[in-house]
């Protein structure tokens, strides 16, 4: 089976996606498109040769704030800024069908590449997640996500990001 990763568009069929999560299922279902035509978020999605969805990220511009980040990271910036530039990674599933297979981690590097190149055009301290369980954060945590105690958010330095792609 061949897949590849494109931007959300009509000819791809989500109608039958199922993660196991109603909330990540209804999302690609019923309202990423919406998002996407109001430019709340960026959606992509993996599909296959008959443009099924596998699996789905979101992406957007957010903020955090500075009280949030861990006191060394704060150190290192200037105290003008109250809240730090982001990119969020919104959502990720993959479909059951497809579960197993390492696809979440091609999304999540995917992801972490468009973000590194969004950065060089806007500024972007970090990208953060908001992990939808333990399950999710143990996803993220194992490659190299750090928890911020004040919200349940993670984020992985852009720094960081820019060495894994060197």
Do not use: W
Not at 7 to 31: P, T, V
Not at 57 to 72: C, G, K, Q
Not at 84 to 100: E, M
């Amino acid at each position: 089976m061949k897949l590849a990763i494109q931007a959300l568009e009509k000819k791809h069929e989500k109608s039958n996606f199922d993660c196991g999560k109603s909330l990540l299922d209804d999302y690609i279902k019923k309202q990423a498109r919406q998002d996407v035509s109001r430019d709340l978020s960026a959606c992509f999605v993996l599909v296959d040769e008959a443009n099924v969805v596998k699996g789905y990220y979101t992406l957007s511009s957010n903020s955090i704030s500075r009280n949030d980040f861990p006191e060394p990271l704060r150190k290192k910036l200037p105290p003008s800024y109250t809240d730090l530039p982001t990119i969020l990674l919104g959502r990720l599933a993959v479909d059951k069908t497809a579960q197993g297979k390492k696809y979440g981690d091609v999304l999540l590097i995917d992801a972490l590449k468009r973000s590194m190149e969004t950065s060089e055009n806007l500024g972007s301290i970090a990208v953060v997640v908001d992990p939808i369980d333990e399950g999710a954060q143990a996803f993220y945590a194992k490659y190299g996500f750090i928890l911020l105690p004040t919200s349940g958010k993670m984020f992985l330095p852009m720094k960081t990001i820019k060495d894994l792609f060197k």
